[in-house]
């Protein structure tokens, strides 16, 4: 099974917007994004089935954020929308082929990308 690979992190100011896109197994039944600060437990932010039918979010970002897949390159995109200091963290993809529930059940993380939002 491919581990999925992130990319688009970096340093935005409180307010801005970024997108993290994740390429990731054609053969996923379900995708997520988590994300981890200095010294909290991972959280899932967003997940999305594989057709996109089932979604699911973290109360916190739920109006602030959006999960898409475009199944031609097997990418899964996290948009993220008037970032606070608080959405800090390292932001991991996570997939499953053993269910498309959400929340995520995983079974392939990816190595993640940092997320840091400062002025």
């Known amino acids: 099974q491919l581990q999925p690979v992130e990319s688009g992190g970096g340093l935005v100011q409180p307010g801005g917007s970024l997108k993290l896109s994740c390429v990731a197994s054609?053969?996923?039944?379900?995708f997520g994004w988590f994300r981890q600060a200095p010294g909290k437990e991972r959280e899932e932010v967003a997940c999305?089935?594989?057709?996109?039918?089932?979604?699911s979010f973290l109360d916190s970002v739920k109006d602030r954020v959006t999960i898409s897949r475009d199944g031609a390159t097997n990418t899964v995109h996290l948009e993220m929308n008037s970032l606070k200091p608080e959405d800090t963290g390292l932001y991991f993809c996570?997939?499953?082929?053993?269910?498309?529930?959400?929340?995520?059940?995983?079974?392939?993380w990816g190595k993640g990308t940092q997320v840091t939002v400062s002025s």
């Open positions: 996570a997939s499953s082929t053993t269910t498309g529930r959400c929340p995520l059940r995983p079974d392939s």
């Open positions: 999305t089935s594989r057709s996109g039918a089932v979604k």
């Open positions: 054609g053969s996923s039944l379900a």
